[in-house]
T-cell receptor
């Protein structure tokens, strides 16, 4: 199994500000994934982060709003920029070990 | 891209009864179908998975079936217990591209 440390676990932020979420994996992985899970909803893929290249964003998500860094094979950050209440959600990072997906513990973001 | 539909959205059963959750997928190239259980406030955890070259897989009280022709797969939980109460997500995956169903909130009443 993969151990993923994600932080912060929760935050309450003012609208218009930005929050950076960090994920640290216990071993090197090629791809890291960032998901959003709105209250009572499923997991929606935001983007896939590869080390050494630009992240690949899914339809409806843009780099200006959700910039991602992937400085090495064990770490990634997702920034939620210029936040509005609609960004209130749980954000999860994920990695694949074989075909199984492992998730960080999630960041519960509330924008007020 | 892949589209995964999951039914029902909520399911309530009596302890000891069976629960069945069904999913359909759209991309015939998908070849890996995991099921995740997410308890309140926790991360999703894999409970069982099946690959496209297998029709059925069982692990104690949990089983998954796959019909590739019809592009649907199902999760079966027998002898349900209150601790089975959670949200269950199906997913379909091909080449690191995993898409999730909308989730089923299962409640097992003691």
């Amino acid at each position: 199994s993969a151990v993923i440390s994600q932080k912060p676990s929760r935050d309450i932020c003012q609208r218009g500000t930005s929050l950076t979420i960090q994920c640290q994996v216990d071993s090197q992985v090629t791809m890291m994934f960032w998901y959003r899970q709105q209250p009572g909803q499923s997991l929606t893929l935001i983007a896939t982060a590869n080390q050494g290249s630009e992240a690949t964003y899914e339809s409806g998500f843009v780099i200006d709003k959700f910039p991602i860094s992937r400085p090495n094979l064990t770490f990634s950050t997702l920034t939620v920029s210029n936040m509005s209440p609609e960004d209130s959600s749980i954000y999860l990072c994920s990695v694949d070990r074989g075909t199984e997906a492992f998730f960080g513990q999630g960041t519960r973001l509330t924008v007020v | 891209g892949e589209n995964v539909e999951q039914h029902p959205s909520t399911l309530s059963v009596q302890e000891g009864d069976s629960a069945v959750i069904k999913c359909t997928y759209s991309d015939s190239a998908s070849n890996y179908f995991p099921w995740y259980k997410q308890e309140l406030g926790k991360r999703p955890q894999l409970i069982i998975d099946i690959r496209s070259n297998v029709g059925e897989k069982k692990d104690q009280r949990i089983a998954v079936t796959l019909n590739k022709t019809a592009k649907h797969f199902s999760l079966h939980i027998t002898e349900t217990q209150p601790e089975d109460s959670a949200v269950y997500f199906c997913a379909a995956s091909m080449m690191n591209d995993m898409r999730f169903g909308a989730g089923t909130r299962l409640t097992v009443k003691p």
